[in-house]
């Protein structure tokens, strides 16, 4: 009864979510318009018009609303049945996740309002993350597949705050496109949800805040959806990002189980790609990484002739993808069983499934046009214009692979 109760409490959480953060975007947008935060079109944005900003109130609100009815004051990490070790378990104060959570949104509020020097941005960040730490959301161990435990008992706390303070700065690098932030933050939440039932059972109340993170970010995505009437703006971005953060360390890095680690990774690994892409490059020109610039994934495919239905189309689907795969690996019994063994059968499942989907991301990447080979473009260029000479041609590929300007394609 209990177990069903929390599936219950989780359903009921997004949509209490969902409500209060679709309710409350257009007072929110009303709010930006009157104090001025406003986003205006600029070369390296997608935006057509200029746009309200703070969305990222409202999805607190809704974050808030939700959390006040169905999470308790703490949050207790069970043992982890059919593991080799346990969960690392421990006590999460859920007061002080919302107040990291409130925090980073009256920072990036602050940021949308008047723009930030990036090390004001990057104290309030690491000032949530501080927060969240302090409250429990530590991870002092973590269980590799075929290596074991790797324990680091003193410098978790630094580790997790690194990780928080990534997960913020990424999700805010790939808020960059109507309706992609706060619909892969969706998708992410959905697919954490299910992922920690199956793992902490439905006796766990982690899923329930997996649950409304999805629903807020949901509430929200009715408004941002393109053509967008309202952005999430530093405030929402930063906190989604944090929110992720929490959710996949106390119900996924904490467990003690071996697909600890693979799960965030795979759920988030497209704004994870995303950044880690954007980033490289500017590291390569020796520009600032935090600089902004019109490298993204979404950027690319506007530049190529995609639309941003389209492309939020694409984005969404890869997602999904490597979500579900996820969530096969956390239900698919591979792990080691009582006698210490790994199941063979079920192994060679899983690595047949990890690698079909790094096949597939590859085959997305190179198919969406956000990476090419050089000597693949060479023979596209020939083929298109077969009088070009091999200098001229290795220029143009040269080009098109660093610029991302290839030919437009069929929206």
Request: aromatic content about 8%; some cysteine.
């Amino acid at each position: 009864m209990a177990d069903a109760m929390r599936y219950s409490d989780a359903v009921f959480a997004f949509l209490i979510a969902m409500v209060a953060a679709a309710a409350l975007t257009p007072l929110a947008a009303r709010l930006a318009r009157r104090i001025g935060a406003i986003d205006f079109p600029r070369a390296r944005g997608l935006s057509q018009k200029p746009t309200p900003k703070l969305g990222g109130l409202a999805i607190f609100a809704g974050v808030l609303v939700a959390s006040l009815i169905w999470l308790p004051s703490t949050i207790t990490l069970a043992h982890v049945p059919h593991t080799p070790r346990g969960s690392s378990g421990g006590t999460v104060h859920t007061w002080a996740i919302l107040a990291g959570a409130l925090v980073i949104t009256l920072v990036g509020a602050i940021d949308d309002w008047r723009d930030l020097p990036p090390a004001a941005k990057l104290l309030g960040q690491i000032a949530a993350a501080v927060i969240a730490v302090e409250a429990g959301v530590n991870v002092t161990e973590i269980t590799l597949p075929f290596a074991g435990s790797l324990q680091f008992p003193n410098e978790g706390g630094v580790l997790s705050g690194i990780w928080l303070v990534a997960l913020m700065n990424i999700v805010n690098f790939s808020d960059g496109l109507d309706g992609l932030a706060a619909g892969l933050c969706t998708i992410d939440g959905v697919a954490f949800t299910i992922i920690i039932f199956d793992v902490l059972g439905g006796s766990s109340v982690v899923p329930v805040l997996a649950a409304l993170i999805a629903g807020a970010s949901l509430g929200f995505l009715f408004f941002n959806f393109p053509p967008a009437k309202v952005f999430m703006g530093d405030s929402g971005a930063n906190l989604l990002g944090y929110l992720l953060g929490v959710v996949a360390v106390i119900g996924s890095l904490k467990t003690g189980t071996v697909i600890a680690l693979a799960v965030p990774l795979l759920i988030l690994a497209v704004p994870f790609m995303d950044t880690s892409f954007v980033v490289a490059k500017r590291l390569k020109y020796h520009r600032k990484p935090w600089e902004a610039d019109a490298n993204h994934f979404h950027h690319r495919l506007a530049r190529i002739g995609f639309s941003q239905r389209k492309t939020i189309g694409y984005l969404y689907a890869w997602t999904v993808m490597l979500a579900v795969v996820a969530i096969l690996l956390s239900v698919i019994p591979y792990d080691p069983g009582h006698d210490g063994h790994y199941r063979l059968g079920w192994t060679l499942v899983t690595a047949a499934i990890l690698v079909i989907a790094a096949a597939a991301s590859v085959y997305l990447v190179y198919v969406l046009e956000i990476l090419k080979f050089k000597g693949l473009r060479v023979m596209q260029i020939r083929r298109l214009e077969p009088d070009t000479d091999e200098h001229e041609l290795e220029e143009a590929a040269e080009r098109d692979i660093e610029t991302g300007e290839f030919e437009t394609v069929a929206k």
